[in-house]
């Protein structure tokens, strides 16, 4: 089974945290949702105040992960490009070649632990000046190789159905799709 953690910092972005969560677990994918204020309880950017499964000093040992994945929002993007175990842990999961993803403003995550140097990249408008080391094009979900990023909350579903084709296939990836009733 594959087991992957998604960040969640004071002023996430719910859609973009929570439908991914939601779908991934659909397709049994194990995801460990990760507080990194110290609390389970973590407000996010429209006052959703969710549960998180663990804390960030929980997470031990980080190559039993095959992703981990930063949703946007602010301050939550700000929040988790700020926090020095965040950065690590992209950095560690980049390294070991795990798949890293964010989406909207999480993108300045991956700036800030280089792991976007030379790669195709895309986010929120009006953060491109902060994603400096990538090449920046206008799409809405993009994957250089280890790397997906996505542009914003109507494109959750988007986003987490690459991330299901990048870890468990197409066929896997269109389960979900008939599943949801997704036609685009």
Known sequence: MKKVILFLAEGFEEVEALTVV???????ISVDTVSITGEEKVKGAHDIIVLADKTIDEITDIGSYDAVIIPGGLPGATNLRDNDKVIDIVKKTDKYGGLVAAICAGPIVLERAGVINGKNVTSYPGFEDELKSGIYIKENVLRD??????RG???AVDFAIEIIQ????????KELKDDILYKA
Do not use: F, H, S, V
């Open 22 to 28: 939601d779908y991934l677990r659909r397709k049994d």
């Open 145 to 150: 190789c280890n790397i997906i990023t996505a």
């Open 153 to 155: 909350p109507a494109l």
């Open 166 to 173: 990048y870890l468990l296939g197409e066929e896997k990836a």
